[in-house]
């Protein structure tokens, strides 16, 4: 059992007040004061600092998490519900199309000739949306969003985002782009989605697509059922998989051009933050991204590499910002994935020793298992559907889908000068993205092959006890526990 570091109280403690500033709000200067008794009560402590620091780390984070989510439920035009006027805007995201409408968040500069910085939702009719980075003037009604008496609750899906009115356009037009940081992402995002599938059409490009940017938006909807039957629905969001891939793909190019191995690790950041750029920021990829960026940074410094103290703090960076994120379904099976892996995959692995499969395939099933096992109960309480067969969907795709992405990351470096082999090597990669797509229509079209209502909840109530059963059964045996 290795030692329960300094480190490791003071960060989970903090993630513990982030998360609890949902159900108690403190003022943050109460909170700052009672932290600095909390030092004072450290500074003359005999028995040690991990208590004083876990008590200063949690008031911190109460008071940050309160302060916060008051800002995030403070809206000016919220004031302004059921009026029309001139907007101009900046689209901040791509559209969501509906049955009947599409949707885009937006940040709105000026309504009716006064300045407002807020965040808001774009309701517009199907057809034609400005691009996101666009800057858009616009006519349009501000209601409020639709509330639970409507089926989904949409109302608190934006609140918890910090979008508190959506406005519903009549007619737009764009009159510039966004600059800076903001400008820089759209103008990457645009070239990944370019140069990564030169030459693909059709449902090929739209499963790359979503492997590589996260953007299932191009997928038809039979598919997009036949993914989240499958339990394959996770490939088509970005994951901890292609931050690795990406950073380690650019270390081990900086090694084999014989640079020094501090050069790499300084490509490797600056391209994780390019893809956050690009992709935008998602549970998943902002954990992923701390957890890389903190890696490279032991090294650099010196410093052993410490997995859990690295996922302690991309959940620490992602509630400081937004503690509502602690319901967000992406946030929480991320977490509970990453957990599991951490927990399980080395005892399974052990376990799966003694039988005659090849190492790759025990170890696909040992994630799978543990993944699915630790998911099920997060699904089953915000979908009411849970994926039975998601261990042989994924022990079918994921093989692939590594070499997927890295085909596409490649790709787009290689259309940067040599565009007709990347056309070459983008009709490769679509009859990669074929087959995920037949594993998950093959395996979602099963019988049986998700179980929702009363059997969702029976299968989430039996991963739970799955895994107690492990945790007593393992429990002297885990990989890396803290």
Known sequence: MSRLLPAHVVVASAVVGLALSNALRIDLTAAVVAAALAALVAAGSSDGFRAPLAALALLLGLGWGGARLDA??????HADVGRAGRLLVVVTGEPRRGSFAQRLAARVR????????????????????PPQGAIVSLLGVVREPRGAEHGFDERRWLRRQGVHVVVRVDEWH???????????????????????????????????????????AGLGNGLKTSFRRS??????????????????????????????????????VTAILAYVLAVGPQASVIRAAVAGIAVSAAWLVSRERDPWHALLLGAAVLLGWNPYTLFDPGFQLSFAAVLAIFVAVGPALTVLEGYPIPRSL?????????????????????????????????????????????????????????????????????????YVATCARVVGGAPFAQASGPWAAAVAFGAVATAAYAWRRWRTSFSRPI
């Not at 966004?178 to 499963?207: H, I, N």
């Not at 994951?239 to 490509?267: D, K, M």
């Open 174 to 216: 764009v009159v510039g782009r966004r600059g800076g940081l903001g400008g820089a992402g759209d103008r990457l995002r645009a070239w990944l989605r370019r140069a990564s599938a030169p030459g693909l059409t059709g449902e090929r490009r739209t499963v790359l697509e979503g492997v590589v940017l996260g953007d299932d």
């Open 110 to 129: 000026v309504f009716e000739r006064r300045r407002i910085d807020e965040p808001v939702q774009l309701e517009l009719p199907l057809g034609r949306a």
């Open 72 to 77: 995030l439920d403070r809206s000016v035009l």
């Open 362 to 434: 025990a170890v696909a099933v040992s994630v799978s298992a543990a993944c699915s096992i630790a998911t099920a109960p997060v699904l089953w309480l915000q979908f009411g559907r849970v994926p039975l067969l998601g261990v042989v969907a994924n022990a079918l795709a994921e093989p692939v889908v590594a070499i997927l992405l890295g085909l596409g990351l490649v790709t787009a470096l290689v259309d940067l000068f040599a565009p007709g082999i990347a056309a070459l090597l983008a009709a490769a990669n679509g009859y990669l993205a074929a």
């Open 231 to 268: 339990g394959l629905y996770h490939l088509l969001a970005v994951s901890g998989q292609n931050v690795v891939l990406l950073a380690g793909g650019a270390l081990g190019l900086f090694v084999l051009l014989g640079l020094p191995r501090w050069t790499g690790h300084v490509a490797a």
